[in-house]
């Protein structure tokens, strides 16, 4: 079975500073990672995705994301924080196993950018 | 512009009373769910459907209902049966369900509570 973890419930970072946000994943087969972000009273909104190819995934408004097989991680990562990426973000995992087809999503991490 | 419009906004529910909410995609998706998001929990699915005239249970279907007569709709019913229904459901669709490499596009929810 699939299974997103997010180990951190909330992340704090100084408005220009870099920032990281976590995610480990558990799949049977070869994983499709996604990171989406939740600003308050809406949806999740598409940040970027790892299917194959290079480890580091560039998405949208600055963010990047590293593919780890051997530790099963997909770290989301900004080089310069702005306060505007205050918001709830989410990991999210497919793999093709038969029973593995739909999205599992993990808890979601509350990341705070400081002035 | 494309996308996904859920209404309404808030709802809220009787004792006893069943309450229908509604999606609607101008997104031409062939594939369109339903999840229940809870602070902490991340999000459940509920049930997704693949194509016209079919649907399919999720992780939390119990006490919920849906239809997709039509491509561009995929009204969730939240029953009497459901016991706990406060919480923030969201509607999503992607391209094509077996397209494991697609992202899925979201509503921006309606918040349901009891009365």
């Known amino acids: 079975a699939q299974s997103v973890a997010q180990p951190e419930d909330q992340v704090n970072v100084a408005e220009g500073n870099p920032l990281t946000v976590k995610c480990t994943y558990s799949?049977?087969?070869?994983?499709?990672l996604f990171w989406y972000v939740q600003y308050p009273n809406r949806g999740l909104q598409f940040l970027l995705k790892?299917?194959?190819?290079?480890?580091l995934v560039k998405g949208s408004y600055g963010f990047e994301a590293e593919f780890n097989k051997s530790q099963t991680s997909f770290h989301l990562k900004k080089p310069s924080a702005l306060v505007s990426d205050s918001a709830l973000y989410f990991c999210a995992v497919r793999d093709i196993e038969i029973g593995g087809q739909n999205f599992v999503f993990g808890p979601g991490t509350r990341l705070s950018v400081l002035p | 512009d494309g996308g996904i419009t859920q209404s309404p906004k808030y709802l809220f529910r009787k004792e006893g009373q069943n309450v229908t909410l509604s999606c609607e995609q101008n997104l031409n998706h062939d594939a369109m769910y339903w999840y229940r998001q809870d602070p902490g929990q991340g999000l459940r699915l509920i049930y997704y459907s693949q194509i016209v005239n079919d649907f399919q249970k999720g992780d939390i279907a119990e006490g919920y209902s849906v239809s997709r007569e039509k491509k561009e709709s995929f009204p969730l019913t939240v029953t009497s049966a459901q016991k706990n229904p406060t919480a923030f459901y969201l509607c999503?669709?992607?391209?094509?369900?077996?397209?494991?490499?697609?992202?899925?596009?979201f509503g921006d929810g309606t918040r349901l509570s009891i009365l």
């Open positions: 799949v049977s087969g070869n994983p499709y």
């Open positions: 999503a669709s992607s391209i094509d369900h077996q397209e494991f490499n697609q992202p899925q596009h």
């Open positions: 790892y299917i194959t190819g290079d480890n």
